[in-house]
């Protein structure tokens, strides 16, 4: 123990006094870094991300705010892009600058550029606009005297082609042409000073499988074109909304006019027989007629020199139920008749289909509903002939049988429950009575082909004649359309299908009744909606 005790003592003797400090300095330092780290992770912990700050200061100020769907989904964005530009008293020979740029970008035209390259009289010129930085560092590779690029900002839409309809899409200069970009014009520019982006109430979900049925739909039948919408009938929020053919708003310039042309709430069209139930309605809503009321149908009806018609000879009495379920002609033209043109054109204003439907795009066009001169026009419009008017039009007006008698206007953005206005139309009896025989029109009748086994679809289809050059109606040239509500024992949703120029025999329950029963099979999940297993294929 003794000799342990004095290497000790030796031991402490022998270590110099620095080196023991510079130690205790090495430690301390250590230690102070350790705890240092140690109050960072803490900061950070309770702090969030370090960036977000910087991010998010970087998104005021932009000339266009992002576009969401409900769920948050990005559907339109400002991006950093670059123009291609000259100048030319800088440029020494505007034809060789112009073969070697045209060798790094293909698409430019050389007589547009030699000439924007020779204009001395400009300070600077624009010779591509739009550049991305791959772009951009091809142009600056180049290393061409007198050729420069500046900044600026493109939008850009990161879903491609699906629901292109509904945004739209700007100019170069950020100018909005059609869509929201449009219909929402100072809503965006505001989301972009602000710093916030702007949530639309569309679903990509349902979106994504209105669109692919539509297209299958549109292709199958050789149309000319479609359309459809989907609303939530209780607040007017469009889920959905799809016009065909389809087209990349990224690409829009370079689209064909039938691409970019919005079907759903610019285009108006005689509806045909989507408006019968309407006139049903309308007959029980005035005291016109009974729910036990019979009526013989089986002889035309004759209006001066006009002839109506059904589809298919109806004998025997039959009751409202089965008019509206076998889609007579005669039956809604004798109703309309008992109206009146005034209690009719009422009731039509009152529905909404009157006047443009209210959707906040960049063409929400007005129905055409010329005057009533006499009892041919007063029949026509209770079969659907006489007032052509736009599918989101038809769409607000079936949300009478959402609201117990009282329509919602479509909108595409996010609506406070509490603040959804309601116009009365029918009386809740009345609707009520009008969805039970729009029940048996998909269980029993012309639109059997929407029946979804559990969903309870209630609906009716419609088939109109186009007008021919000569004013006459071309049995060849159809629109066909089904509208309908559901789920009918607890009715909330409202959709819409109409396919443009289809033939001769391919009326709405044949061509558009089962678009809409394929697109119900697919998004009734997603609203949470149970519906049978599909039978299985043998």
Known sequence: MT?????????????????????????????????????????????????????????????????????????????????????????????????RLIAAFPTLDRTTLVRR????????????????????????????????????????????????????????????????????????????????????????????????????????????????????????????????????????????DAARRDRVAGDVHELGSTLKPFTVAMALEEGRARPAEVFDLSQPLLLGDTRI??????????????????SSNIGAARLAL????????AYLERLGLTQASGLELGRDQAPLAPPVRGERDVAGLGIGYGLAATPASLAGAYTVFVNGGARVTPTLQLRDASAVERTPVFSEPVARQVLSYMRAVVTQGTGRAADVPGLAVAGKTGTAEKLADDASYDEQRNFSSFAGVFPANDPRYVIVVALDDTRAGDRGGVVAAPVAGRVLRRIAPMLGLAVEPAAARR
Do not use: C, K
């Not at 090495?26 to 240092?36: I, K, N, Q, T, Y």
């Open 3 to 99: 000799v342990f005790s004095a290497d000790v003592a030796r031991f402490d003797v022998e270590t110099p006094a620095p080196a023991r400090d510079r130690i205790r300095l090495l430690a301390l330092a250590v230690f102070a870094l350790l705890l240092l780290l140690a109050g960072r992770a803490v900061q950070l912990a309770f702090s969030g991300d370090p960036l977000a700050g910087p991010r998010a200061a970087q998104l005021h100020g932009l000339p266009r705010g992002d576009i969401v769907d409900r769920h948050g989904v990005l559907l339109a964005t400002t991006v950093r892009a670059y123009a291609l530009t000259a100048e030319p008293h800088r440029v020494a020979n505007p034809e060789q600058t112009a073969d």
């Open 309 to 326: 018609e059904d589809q298919e000879r109806i004998v025997g009495l039959v009751g409202l139920r089965e008019l509206l379920t076998r």
């Open 338 to 345: 008992r109206l009146g043109s005034e209690r009719q054109r």
């Open 117 to 256: 390259l020779s204009d001395r009289s400009r300070r600077l010129v624009y010779l591509q606009r739009g550049l991305d930085e791959e772009q951009r560092a091809r142009a600056q590779a180049l290393t061409l005297v007198g050729v420069g690029s500046v900044a600026e900002h493109r939008r850009s839409y990161p879903q491609g082609a699906l629901a292109a309809h509904a945004l739209g899409f700007t100019d170069i200069d950020l100018n909005p042409l059609a869509g929201v970009e449009r219909g929402l014009d100072e809503e965006i520019r505001s989301a972009g000073r602000e710093g916030r982006t702007l949530r639309l109430s569309l679903d990509v979900r349902v979106q994504y499988a209105l669109e692919a049925e539509l297209d299958a739909a549109a292709r199958a039948a050789n149309a000319s074109g479609a359309a459809a919408i989907i609303l939530d009938g209780r607040s007017g929020e469009t889920l959905a909304l799809a016009s065909w053919p389809a087209f990349d708003p990224n690409l829009a310039g370079q689209a064909p």
